[in-house]
């Protein structure tokens, strides 16, 4: 099982539709997440929702192919972890087109700068485990491709070299 992670709007759908597409089997996380909803979000434009992230890891179990979602990276065992990202100027436009207030805009933003997927990623994973991925400037397919060279054993695992504190 390889989870397929990062901040909201970083292109993880996208990329697990296309993989789904080539026959990887695709998980959403979000689609397993119903029964660990504690409270649901004032905020309509987002669908703003808050889950018990820890008993969902927990009980999750192991899967053949490969979990998409924002906090999959919480889930443990996994052969690999492969990190979006996405240079926030980027991210900004990407989850103001998607209708998010502009204050999800700024929270997720700053998530993305402040590399918080990577830091709760080394919660549970090695460096030798994460893959971090920038997609700012590659086209869907090329991403598809780096992470099928992930999937089948072809790449070197790499985390710690996106690095957004310019844009601090």
């Known amino acids: 099982m390889f989870l397929l992670t990062g901040t909201p709007g970083v292109g993880k759908s996208t990329i697990a539709d296309l993989l789904e597409k080539k026959g990887y089997l695709i998980t959403r996380a979000k689609e397993t997440i119903q029964e660990y909803i504690i409270e649901t979000g004032e905020d309509n434009t987002c669908d703003d929702i808050c889950i018990d992230v820890d008993a969902w890891a927990a009980h999750f179990g192991m899967r053949d192919g490969i979990v998409e979602g924002h906090f999959s990276h919480f889930i443990p065992g996994a052969k690999g972890v492969i990190i979006l990202r996405c240079n926030p100027d980027i991210l900004t436009e990407r989850l103001r087109a998607r209708g998010y207030a502009e204050e999800k805009v ?63």
Not at 115 to 127: P, R
Not at 136 to 149: D, G, K, P
């Open 106 to 168: 700024r929270e997720n933003v700053e998530a993305e700068v402040l590399d918080v997927v990577l830091i709760e990623a080394y919660d549970l994973y090695s460096q030798d485990q994460i893959y971090e991925i920038d997609g700012s400037y590659t086209s869907a397919e090329e991403l598809v491709s780096q992470i099928e060279h992930v999937l089948t054993d072809r790449a070197f695992p790499c985390c710690g070299i996106v690095d957004w504190t310019w844009w601090v």
